[in-house]
């Protein structure tokens, strides 16, 4: 009997967790995150990237696809991909905008819209409604640290200097000059 095999495109943590379960249940896994199908820097579409690597892929032997990137457009792109190269293959997709889930249904019935939103927001309610249980950690007495020591002393100095030599000058042209203490302060 040959092993179950699971594609998993995608990645984040719900990628982590359908890969940690699968992988409890038996099954082969082959993981391709975003980047496998990033276009070349050639000009390239990006549907005929997809198509090449899906080519490049055993798809005959996957016994379910999934699609959890973070980006819908992606999601979307590769969804529309497998759904042109395997008529059989089932698909799970996470979508936020799940409304177009029936059309892609209608087209392929093996087909399974995901919301992570909607699958998250029943905890999202819980965490909000569930009293808290556990007290806050109060610190001790914050002491305000003792003030640096003064480290300005370079300026001190030159005002100092600075303040002398104007007094010693107005000095000299009091004495020398003859002046009025104002007229030789200016």
């Known amino acids: ?64 696809v999934y699609l959890v990137d973070d980006d819908d457009e992606r999601n979307l792109q590769l969804l529309i991909a497998f759904i042109s ?7 799970v997709a996470s979508l936020f905008n799940e409304n177009i889930g029936p059309h892609l249904q209608a087209v392929h019935p093996e087909i ?23 007290s806050l950690h109060v610190p001790a007495k914050i002491v305000a640290p003792p003030p640096a020591p003064r480290s300005d002393n370079l300026i001190f100095a030159l005002t100092g200097g600075f303040l002398t030599l104007i007094a010693a000058a107005t000095i000299y042209f009091r004495v020398a000059e003859g002046l009025s203490w104002l007229d030789a302060l200016y």
Do not use: W
């Open 1 to 64: 009997m040959t092993a179950k095999r699971v594609l998993i495109i995608g990645s984040g943590h719900l990628a982590y967790r359908i890969r940690k379960l699968a992988l409890a249940r038996g099954q082969q896994i082959d993981h391709l995150g975003h980047n496998a199908f990033r276009p070349p820097d050639t000009d390239e579409p990006i549907y005929d990237v997809i198509e090449r690597t899906l080519h490049e892929l055993d798809l005959s032997s996957l016994t379910a």
């Open 85 to 91: 190269q395997q008529k059989n293959l089932p698909v």
């Open 112 to 134: 399974r819209i995901l919301n992570p939103a909607r699958i998250a927001a029943p905890a999202f309610i819980d965490a909000l409604t569930t009293p808290v249980t556990h």
